[in-house]
């Protein structure tokens, strides 16, 4: 394995990014923490490391245990970190939230159309 692996190409490589550019802008924005700290994309991880990441959908805690610069299976990805109990217990209990409280606007992809527009009127009362 390689030891010097840049923090933005082990985030995609342990798919918690779909791209690499995902992984920078996440990094610029404050979004990716080592340590507490917030990091550049060309930092380097090394095993051991503490990342708080959020993602856009959850925030993970998480051990950094191996390296990798390659993306592969998800199976093998879970194997680049080890998640912390209180952001499993965090991640289960928003994923329990979002079952039992839909966003209004989730079903809607984009710009609504007439109909959708329509829909949504009905539904909050503002016809």
């Known amino acids: 394995m390689n030891e010097n692996i840049r923090i933005d190409k082990w985030l ?17 924005k ?22 708080h990441i ?10 950094v245990l191996g390296l990798s610069g390659k993306r592969e299976a998800a199976p093998i990805a879970r194997t680049l970190y080890e998640e912390s109990a209180a952001s499993i217990a965090r991640r289960l209990a928003e994923q329990e939230r979002r ?4 966003e209004p606007g989730a ?4 710009r609504p159309t007439k109909r959708d527009r329509r829909q949504w009127d009905r ?3 503002d016809e």
């Open 12 to 28: 995609w490589a342990a798919r918690f990014f779909k791209t690499r550019s995902l992984a920078c802008e996440a990094i610029d």
């Open 107 to 110: 079903d809607f992809k984009g």
């Open 30 to 51: 404050g979004k990716v923490k080592l340590d507490g700290e917030r990091v550049k994309p060309a930092r380097n991880v090394k095993p051991g490391d503490k990342l």
């Open 54 to 63: 959020d993602n856009g959908s959850y925030e993970w805690e998480v051990l």
């Open 123 to 125: 539904a909050t009362g």
């Open 99 to 102: 079952k039992l409280f839909r």
